[in-house]
């Protein structure tokens, strides 16, 4: 069956790799020149399946609206009334319960260690070039005795799904990542997760891209996609912005934050919303004193990464639009948080600095396979788990294509639970 997959990031390639090993005629197309060019690109590099949870939490409602009026707040929300980032607000509002979010972190952490485990697989079977993957597990700072506790809620939280964990005291977490011996600010404890990785999405997108096309997949890129074309009771083809039309007998869709534009001149509503991020990427010159391996500071919410010989740290959830502005300040804020951490070992006069948008549904969870239309499938919605949920929901996402029936539970991610509210 000939398969066309909408979008190059991290999502769309590893679709990709699962439909051509099912011996699928596969082409991808994206508007960048090259993959995971978007929100792949500068990620904070976590494979993290243990933190996988919803930003729809009990409380958050309250955070939100109270950080936003903090001026080097990590979160930003656009108080301007905008009709889709209200609806989504709404949702997202109703989400924030013990209960839905109990639901919502069941439903995403059955995706993202089924997910991670298909990464390991595909590691082991591929010629894959590295991609400075660490299987050294991540650890999760708090700096006052209120974050740990909420961590130790965390751990207890975690047992519920057979995830490893420990938790530490200043001490022991300067054993498990020695960088941090250096550093001058006091932690409360820490929660190790060895079960976790890291890794740079951008190399593998780029890395299983180039596989794929030696194996007869054909990538085009700087071709933006216009619309979807609907013949009879399926679609029929893709218009693309430079005249061109695309057919196909299946189509994918995967493209983020943007999905939601394509597909509502289908009559698909999807409650797709972007959250920005942003990330600095900075040189290892002693490493020694740099990380060796992923550790998430917890009062901040700033994930610094160890990817070869760079360090790269993300974070900052702003609710704004789509606009990829870089804000001065939140690269000064980056740098401080990554600078407090490890004062020693960075080479900070050449940092990258980077934004990008996470597509966020409203209650957590992706949104994959079926539509009403039988030849147009989903992989999206993917939020800040895009990297740690890529090579899970690709999988599912291909065995629904060929009819199989996929190795993890749909209940609750697809789009059928937006219908169902």
């Known amino acids: ?90 949702q997202w509002m109703r989400n924030c319960t013990p209960e839905r979010f109990r639901v919502n972190k069941l439903r995403m952490q059955r995706v993202a260690h089924y997910s991670l485990q298909c990464l390991r697989d595909l590691v082991a079977a591929e010629p894959l070039p590295g991609f400075d993957f660490h299987e050294g597990g991540v650890l999760q700072i708090f700096r006052t005795p209120a974050e740990l506790e909420l961590g130790r809620l965390s751990a207890r939280t975690l047992e519920e799904y057979g995830v490893p964990r420990r938790i530490l005291d200043a001490a022991q977490a300067a054993e498990v990542e020695p960088a941090l011996a250096r550093s001058a600010v006091g932690m409360a404890g820490a929660l190790h997760l060895p079960a976790d990785a890291s890794g740079d999405c951008h190399k593998f997108s780029r890395n299983l891209a180039a596989l794929l096309q030696q194996r007869g997949v054909a990538f085009r890129y700087g071709v933006a996609i216009e619309s979807i074309a609907r013949e009879g009771d399926a679609i029929g083809a893709v218009r693309a912005s430079n005249g061109e039309t695309l057919r196909a007998d299946a189509y994918v869709v995967a493209l983020g934050s943007h999905a939601p534009f394509l597909l509502r001149p289908l009559g698909l509503k999807l409650p797709v919303y972007p959250l920005k991020g942003y990330s600095i990427t900075a040189p290892v010159d002693d490493p020694d004193g740099a990380p060796t391996m992923a550790v998430m500071d917890e009062h901040n919410k700033v994930m610094i990464s160890r990817l070869g010989d760079r360090i790269r740290a993300a974070g900052m959830a702003e609710l704004t639009g789509y606009g990829l502005g870089l804000d001065p300040a939140r690269r000064e804020l980056l740098v401080g948080v990554v600078r407090e951490l490890f004062p020693q070992g960075l080479d900070w006069s050449r940092v990258e600095f980077w934004a990008g948008l996470r597509p966020m549904t409203p209650d957590g969870p992706p949104i994959l396979g079926r539509t009403r239309w039988p030849n147009l499938f989903l992989n999206g919605g993917h939020g800040s788990n895009g990297w740690t949920q890529s090579c899970g929901t690709a999988r599912i996402v291909a065995d629904i294509v060929a009819g199989r029936r996929p190795a993890v539970d749909l209940d609750g991610l697809t789009a059928e639970r937006f219908h169902r509210a």
């Not at 590893?14 to 090993?21: E, G, I, Q, S």
């Not at 009990?58 to 980032?85: A, D, N, Y």
Request: aromatic share 8%; charged share 20%; hydrophobic share 40%.
């Open 1 to 90: 069956m000939k398969v066309l997959v909408l979008g190059a990031g991290v999502v769309g390639v590893a679709t990709a790799y699962y439909l051509r090993k099912d011996g699928h005629d596969v082409t991808v197309v994206d508007r960048q020149p090259g993959p995971g060019r978007e929100t792949s690109y500068g990620n904070a590099g976590g494979l993290c399946p243990s933190f996988a949870g919803p930003w729809a939490a009990p409380g958050m409602v309250t955070k939100v609206l109270k950080q936003s009026l903090q001026r080097h707040s990590p979160i930003r929300f656009s108080p301007l009334p905008e009709p889709r980032r209200m609806a989504w607000a709404l």
